[in-house]
């Protein structure tokens, strides 16, 4: 296991410090969040944690009946008790922006149906000001090239489908997937991202503002937990 790799999982399993038994937890998406997926199953079978898990993508689907974790649908629940999920960058105030593995539709679901957010990071997602790592926006199949130079005036940068192979990128609710090049230049993440909503074809977009209560942040000094001041937990 490379450094990287090893921060990530410092950071993942640490977060699962949140979760006690009865807790009905959102499991977020990425390589990050992957560890804590595993530490909840191992913690299932060798300590007789009890909880229920609502996956943000079919990959963490997976994994997570793998390991053993018991999964509801979201609507059979009053709500969540905690969501833990990666992020691609966040910010002094707390902000995010995520959506590199493309989950961002259903982890924004997750997250705004849950009582607190827990994001588990490694050093490299934290700026000063987001925008160097792009805005994922998850947008409709249909006129999707219109919708991406609507968003390119818009912001006044390159927005770029993600391709493969020739081929629209599809999310797993059957939708393209942008990343606007605005570069670290977002002042006010509220505002952008209200301005992006608000461009017909745009499902969703990866700007989660107000929403991370605690990042579990992974340095090569250690691990350390940040508390948003007057957050929810
Ligand atoms: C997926 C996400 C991920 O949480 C984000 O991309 C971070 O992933 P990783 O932990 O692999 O860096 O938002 O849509």
Known sequence: ??????????????????????????????????YTVLELGRRIAEEGLEIVGVPTSIATQELASEVGIPLVQLGSLDGLDIVIDGTDEFDPSFQLIKGGGAALLREKIVAQQSAAMVVVADERKQVDCLGAFGIPIEITPFACDVTVSVLASLLNCQVELRMSESKHILTDNGNCIADARIGPTITDPVATEASILNVAGVVQVGLFNNMCDAIVLATTDGVTTLMKPNGRL
Do not use: Q, Y
Request: charged share 25%.
């Open 1 to 34: 296991m490379n450094d990287a790799e090893a921060l990530k999982k410092i950071a993942g399993e640490a977060a699962c410090e949140f979760v006690k038994t009865g807790m009905r937890v959102g499991l977020g998406t990425g390589s990050t969040v992957k």
